[in-house]
């Protein structure tokens, strides 16, 4: 139980390690304060004087409040999140239109003004939105130097005709944000002060929300919250202009290992992302940190061995495989040759044995050490039985040296050993002969490259010195000059 303990104990501490390691990333200057509150403040951003890249990058972070709560800039707009990625949560107001009995106009009626001139209002993320049966509303900002306006209409007679997830213009409606606009107002208005639907839909509401925050209500045609969540674009500016990934300009906000990108909605200025390989905060000196994509959570693309790099990594093959050892490459293979001894290494030894007392030897003296087949006159009268003969043959004589030419030899030998025809299928003793042959040439190495074809002929093919057969005998004995092993074969020389 101890024991166990111990381990399970010391996982916990080798996970919780390994968590930190991940989120151990700078992502402030030293001396600067990363946190206001439950929400982080990654630099550029920063909350006391010189902690931010400029004065569009300051926060306000309010202690009186418990926790302490973070504004942009000195305005009351609540931050909720920030990311290195170019993305501001924050919390902002809706517009509303409200009346009274008798059409008057309630005084809790309010026109908005969100004039952001440094930050664009998120085109993927928010919906500009409209509540109310007797509603418009106007959204009107800047795409650049241009003036733009839009807008959308809600009618219903009823609470009943509206559905709740719905805003196709019933109660409800949603249009778009245009990419890079900014510096916006809005207004909620009335066709007819709701004058026919004042019994359920007092007012008319109107506002910038972020899409995964919103989900349509019957309940909101009577009312509200005043603060829904908007989320912002900010970009660096006069800081040097982003051009193919980098600035020459001394104030370049973008340090080591990260390079510049400028955004697609054509919003001027640029942010920074760290290079490929590397990750942190690119906006700090040394933020953006070497990935060990071979130790890291996110899986890496090799199929085998991953070996680390500064700012990348490289894959190969285990000893016995081949290829560039990529998922998306050619993998790993194993090898042709490894492949033939470990399938014959568990063949040979359970059943090459058995199977050659069984059909072609009689009385057999046998190791996997190199040995020399001798046979009778007769032709092969069951090839398949001698298949055993060349697998022990390619096993002990050729695989293990890796000598790809013999292969090929005794492959030949096999191939035509098992010929249809009987007349077309070689002798014993030619069979003995040729695998003679293939030994001698592996002991004598040199004759590849020192003798003539007809000089390597009469090397393999006189055995008259080493075998004595037996005239017109079909039983024959042959001794090996290597190893002196004597085996004997049947009469009928299968």
Same mark, same amino acid.
């Given at each position: 139980?101890?024991?166990?303990?111990?381990?399970?104990?010391?996982?916990?501490?080798?996970?919780?390690?390994?968590?930190?390691?991940?989120?151990?990333?700078?992502?402030?200057?030293?001396?600067?304060?990363?946190?206001?509150?439950?929400?982080?403040?990654p630099?550029?951003?920063?909350?006391?004087?010189?902690?931010?890249?400029?004065?569009?990058?300051?926060?306000?972070?309010?202690?009186?409040?418990n926790?302490p709560?973070?504004?942009?800039?000195?305005?009351n707009?609540?931050?909720?999140?920030?990311?290195?990625?170019?993305?501001?949560?924050?919390?902002?107001?809706?517009?509303?239109?409200?009346y009274?009995?008798?059409g008057?106009?309630?005084?809790?009626?309010?026109?908005?003004?969100?004039?952001?001139?440094?930050?664009?209002?998120?085109?993927?993320?928010?919906?500009?939105?409209?509540?109310?049966?007797?509603?418009?509303?106007?959204?009107?900002?800047?795409?650049g130097?241009?003036?733009y306006?839009?807008?959308?209409?809600?009618?219903?007679?009823?609470?009943?005709?509206?559905?709740?997830?719905?805003?196709?213009g019933? &109660? !409800?409606c949603q +249009?778009?944000?245009? %990419?890079?606009?900014?510096?916006? =107002?809005?207004?909620?208005?009335?066709?007819? /002060?709701?004058?026919?639907?004042?019994?359920?839909n007092p007012?008319?509401?109107a506002?910038?929300?972020?899409?995964?925050?919103?989900?349509?209500?019957?309940?909101?045609?009577?009312n509200?919250?005043e603060?829904?969540?908007?989320?912002?674009?900010?970009t660096?500016?006069?800081?040097?202009?982003?051009?193919?990934g980098?600035?020459?300009?001394?104030?370049?906000?973008?340090?080591?290992?990260?390079?510049?990108?400028?955004?697609?909605?054509?919003?001027p200025?640029y942010?920074?992302?760290?290079?490929?390989?590397y990750?942190?905060?690119?906006?700090?000196?040394? &933020? !953006?940190?070497? +990935?060990?994509?071979? %130790?890291?959570s996110s899986?890496? =693309?090799?199929?085998?061995?991953?070996?680390? /790099?500064?700012?990348?990594?490289?894959?190969?093959?285990?000893?016995?495989?081949?290829?560039?050892?990529?998922?998306?490459?050619?993998?790993?293979?194993?090898?042709?040759f490894?492949?033939i001894?470990?399938?014959?290494?568990?063949?040979?030894?359970?059943?090459?044995?058995?199977?050659?007392?069984?059909n072609?030897?009689?009385?057999?003296r046998?190791n996997?050490?190199?040995?020399?087949?001798?046979?009778g006159?007769?032709?092969?009268?069951?090839?398949?039985?001698?298949?055993?003969?060349?697998?022990?043959?390619?096993l002990?004589?050729?695989?293990?040296?890796g000598?790809?030419?013999?292969?090929?030899?005794?492959?030949?030998?096999?191939?035509?050993?098992?010929?249809?025809?009987?007349?077309?299928?070689?002798?014993?003793?030619?069979?003995?002969?040729?695998?003679?042959?293939?030994?001698?040439?592996?002991?004598?190495?040199?004759?590849n490259?020192?003798?003539?074809p007809?000089?390597?002929?009469?090397?393999?093919?006189?055995?008259?010195?080493?075998?004595?057969?037996?005239?017109?005998?079909?039983?024959?004995?042959?001794y090996?000059?290597?190893?002196?092993?004597?085996?004997?074969?049947?009469?009928?020389?299968?």
């Amino acid at each position: 139980m101890g024991v166990s303990y111990q381990l399970m104990l010391l996982q916990m501490l080798l996970t919780v390690a390994a968590t930190a390691a991940l989120v151990s990333h700078r992502i402030a200057e030293t001396v600067c304060e990363d946190r206001c509150g439950d929400v982080e403040i990654p630099y550029p951003f920063g909350t006391t004087t010189g902690c931010s890249l400029d004065d569009n990058f300051f926060i306000t972070c309010k202690k009186s409040s418990n926790p302490p709560q973070p504004f942009l800039w000195k305005t009351n707009i609540l931050v909720t999140n920030i990311t290195i990625d170019g993305r501001l949560h924050v919390m902002s107001t809706a517009g509303r239109d409200c009346y009274l009995e008798g059409g008057e106009s309630d005084p809790i009626s309010t026109r908005r003004v969100f004039s952001l001139s440094e930050f664009t209002i998120s085109s993927t993320e928010n919906m500009f939105t409209v509540i109310g049966c007797d509603s418009y509303a106007y959204i009107k900002g800047y795409i650049g130097h241009q003036r733009y306006t839009s807008g959308c209409m809600s009618f219903c007679n009823k609470i009943h005709d509206v559905e709740n997830g719905t805003c196709a213009g019933t &109660g !409800c409606c949603q +249009i778009e944000i245009p %990419k890079g606009l900014k510096q916006i =107002n809005y207004s909620a208005r009335s066709f007819d /002060k709701h004058k026919s639907v004042l019994e359920f839909n007092p007012c008319n509401f109107a506002f910038v929300v972020e899409k995964t925050k919103f989900n349509f209500s019957s309940s909101y045609i009577w009312n509200i919250t005043e603060k829904v969540h908007t989320v912002l674009d900010w970009t660096v500016t006069d800081h040097g202009k982003c051009e193919n990934g980098s600035s020459s300009s001394m104030n370049y906000a973008c340090k080591e290992n990260a390079k510049c990108i400028v955004p697609e909605d054509g919003s001027p200025g640029y942010r920074c992302e760290c290079q490929p390989g590397y990750r942190g905060n690119p906006y700090l000196a040394n &933020g !953006c940190e070497d +990935i060990d994509e071979c %130790k890291d959570s996110s899986p890496h =693309n090799c199929t085998h061995k991953c070996e680390n /790099k500064v700012g990348n990594y490289t894959c190969s093959c285990r000893k016995g495989y081949h290829g560039d050892g990529r998922k998306d490459g050619t993998s790993c293979t194993l090898d042709q040759f490894l492949v033939i001894k470990i399938a014959l290494g568990e063949y040979i030894h359970s059943f090459f044995t058995v199977y050659l007392r069984r059909n072609c030897f009689v009385n057999m003296r046998f190791n996997f050490g190199p040995v020399l087949l001798l046979f009778g006159l007769r032709r092969v009268q069951r090839p398949e039985n001698c298949v055993g003969i060349f697998f022990a043959v390619l096993l002990n004589h050729i695989v293990n040296d890796g000598n790809e030419e013999q292969l090929k030899e005794v492959a030949e030998l096999a191939k035509i050993c098992l010929n249809v025809k009987g007349e077309e299928r070689p002798t014993m003793r030619e069979v003995a002969m040729e695998l003679d042959g293939l030994r001698m040439m592996h002991k004598h190495s040199w004759v590849n490259a020192e003798l003539n074809p007809e000089e390597t002929g009469r090397l393999l093919y006189d055995n008259s010195d080493v075998y004595k057969y037996g005239g017109g005998s079909n039983t024959t004995a042959g001794y090996d000059s290597l190893k002196d092993h004597v085996l004997e074969v049947l009469d009928d020389g299968r």
